[in-house]
């Protein structure tokens, strides 16, 4: 009888709620906008023709790489992060090795890694969570062949200093560490200048979040040249698609739309945040395009409520340590007035205050 991997038979399914997702949909970090109207007007010209021939990655990906600054062969486009992970995961771990993450955080670091037959080694992050340095640099052996963090982290939003992950990154130089930078628009901090100066740092990034290019899962994966020529064995030619590499170049050149887009996302970040301040209520000090607040016993309710208002919001109790906490992505100016409208009906409908969530 056909069997798949033990590894693979170990495996949870996961399947994010993408089904019904009609409304305001500040569930899964998304852009609320879309892309750049460059983006859009580049792609209805796309021809039969480009349709019909495999897509060439190389040239867009040396414009991306320009654009980050690096040379071309520390440059790796993917098709999105999650590509990047399971690539890095592929090219260095297997069975017999440690893969390290700290949790709650993206759930396709341990999909990934768990899939080559590693073991999966979750450290908790702190109460408040605040990343567990010493913890994680304690759990550091010579197995440890991945380290992921997701730097700003989700679903919390924190953010590691640049110290702290150097001091992982020089204790663990058997490890690839990959440092996810999927939401640095919005915090504007990276390590990517790291990766010339240390042999084992990975840096992703994406255009899913503050490009909103979601749908077309473009991605980006840096690393030294000397590693990423090992990932890139692993890589399909084609991994990245016809419309993804047209829309690409675009969207780089349209900075200015980024730029205002994550403007606004960082206004409504504070204005959210503002609103569970003033209101005695936990959440986690964000640096991303989302924040995670504490709504309590009531989060199923609140997170139904918010939906019949047309705004879809992500409950994250069942995520380690999140019990009663929900994740809130913020829009543009427009959105997050929506939002906050709806979120004081809610709050005050079900009676949700700092007693009852304490
Ligand atoms: C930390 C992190 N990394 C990666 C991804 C996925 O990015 P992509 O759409 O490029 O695969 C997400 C999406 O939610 C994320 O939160």
Redesign the pocket.
Known sequence: MLKPRDAIQALEEYHPPLGGREGLRLD??ENTVGASPRVLRRLQQLTLEDLARYPEREPVEALVAAFLGLETEAVLLTN????A?HLLCETYLESGHEAVIVVP??A?YEISAAATGARVVRIPAREDFSFPLEAVRAAITPQTRLIAI?NP??PTGTLVAAEGLLQIVNAAPQAAVLL?E??YEFCGQTLLPSIRHHANVFV?R????AYGM?GL???VLAGPPAQMRMVRRVASPYNVNIAALIALPEALQDNEYVCQYVGQVQRGRSLLEEEFQSRGMAYCPSQANFVLAQIGSAHAAFVAAMKQRGILVRDRSSDPGCDGWVRITLGSERHTETLLTALRQVLAELRINPEVVA
């Open positions: 899964f970090n999105g992060v999650d590509e992970i955080t993206f396709m997701a982290n989700n996810d999927a939401y992703a994406t255009f899913s979040k979601a899962r473009a991605g």
